[in-house]
Structures are given as C-alpha cells and as structure tokens.
C-alpha cells in the first residue's frame, strides 16, 4: 500500500479482555515504532523495531503491554488484562534504517482503543 | 531526558491572518525538531523538520519555522491562514535515539 495501515480503525472491548492491534508499515522501511495519544495529549513513545527486534522499548507502561513483529514486517501490539486507562489511540509509524537524522517517520491513522 | 512545552493549547485565528505557534524544548544534548499537523480523523503528517544548517526551515502548506539555540524555541508561522489549516499542531524532538517526544499539542481553530 501506499502508506502505513493499522487494523482495527476502532476497538471497543471490555476491562481485563485481551486485544491485538495490528500495524502494516510502508513497505521497505525496516524501522517500525508504536505510540499512544491520549485524550488531549501529544503521542507517547511506547517501543520502536528495528528488523524484527525490539531496538527500544523504554515506553511501553507495564508488562500488559507486548509487541511483535516476527518478520520484519507486519507488527502487533497486544495488550494483555485491559483497563479503562488504556483507553487511547494507538499510533503505528515507519521509517527507512536508523541513526539517519533524515529518516522521516510515516504515521498511520491509528486505531482508537476504547476500554468499558 | 528532553521535554517539549507548547504553551498554547488552542490559538483561534481569523482567516487571512498571520499565525504563530509557539514551542519550547528542554534537552541536554543536541536534538533534533519537528513539527507535525494532525487534520481532523487522519494520522500525523509531517509539516516541516531542523536537522542543521540554515535556522529557518521551510514546510508544506506555507509554514515555516525557526530555530533558537539560545532560547531553546522553535516556533512555527504563517503569514496568512486558511480555513483549510484547521488542525492540531504537534512539535516534537529527537537526539540520538529514534522515538520522538511530542509536545500537547496546540488547536488552530481559522475564523472565517
């Protein structure tokens, strides 16, 4: 595709289920990097791949939280025992190699998580 | 660690007029800067970016944006709106390491 997908676009699911948000990055870029925007917030750092392991991942807020992405490619965010506090938008964003200061990161739309 | 402060959640502006966007970061090593727009439903674009060189640093749309070491500010402009810049405004930062650290936001609302 042109640009980065992420899947769902929204996900409404009730507190302490289990859900996987998927993200489907440019195709070429090797980067791949997971935020969180919260009501009225700017986006958060959660972790960041490089290939298909986690180069960084000082963000993500507790051991509920996990992230894939086995080839390379695709990447899935799960999110294990879920609260009402996980409630936010899940930002997906790409970029070709790393330590380039010119490595632009491409975001998705996001998928809006909603936790009842 | 390293900070980004934008002081102006929202700025309403009529149309035609000039704008500024005020953004202020704190770091101890040098960064990197951007600055981003979010429309309404749709994911972050890039709007413009400071790597070095040249303090003034020009984008899409019209905007522009300077950097100031010394005040540690990097403030986005435009000299006329549009109605179709209504949007939130993100700036953010990135030294060395590869995620970005995001400000609040702020909300240009254009009055027609």
């Known amino acids: 595709g042109a640009g980065v997908s992420q899947t769902p676009s929204n996900k409404v699911t009730e507190k302490g289920k289990y859900v996987e948000l998927r993200c489907d990055p440019i195709s070429g870029h090797t980067a791949l990097y997971w935020y969180r925007q919260s009501l009225g917030q700017g986006p958060e750092f959660l972790i960041y791949f490089q290939g298909t392991g986690a180069a960084d991942d000082s963000g993500l807020p507790n051991d509920r939280f996990f992230a894939v992405r086995p080839e390379g490619s695709v990447s899935t965010l799960k999110i294990q025992r879920t609260e009402r506090g996980d409630s936010a938008v899940y930002l997906c964003?790409?970029?070709f190699g790393q330590g380039q200061a010119y490595n632009e990161q491409f975001f998705g739309p996001g998928t809006r998580l909603t936790v009842l | 660690a390293q900070s980004v402060t934008q002081l102006d959640s929202q700025v309403p502006v009529f149309e035609e007029a000039p704008v500024e966007l005020r953004c202020n970061y704190s770091s101890s090593v040098s960064v990197y800067l951007f600055w981003y727009v979010q429309y309404p439903n749709q994911g972050l674009q890039l709007l413009l970016k400071?790597?070095?060189?040249?303090?003034l640093v020009k984008g899409i749309n019209g905007f522009e944006a300077e950097f100031n070491k010394s005040q540690t500010s990097f403030h986005l402009r435009k000299p006329s709106v549009h109605i179709s810049d209504t949007a939130e405004y993100f700036c953010a930062v990135r030294n060395y390491n590869e995620k970005l650290t995001f400000g609040t936001g702020t909300r240009l609302t254009i009055i027609p």
């Open positions: 964003a790409s970029s």
């Open positions: 400071y790597l070095s060189g040249s303090t």
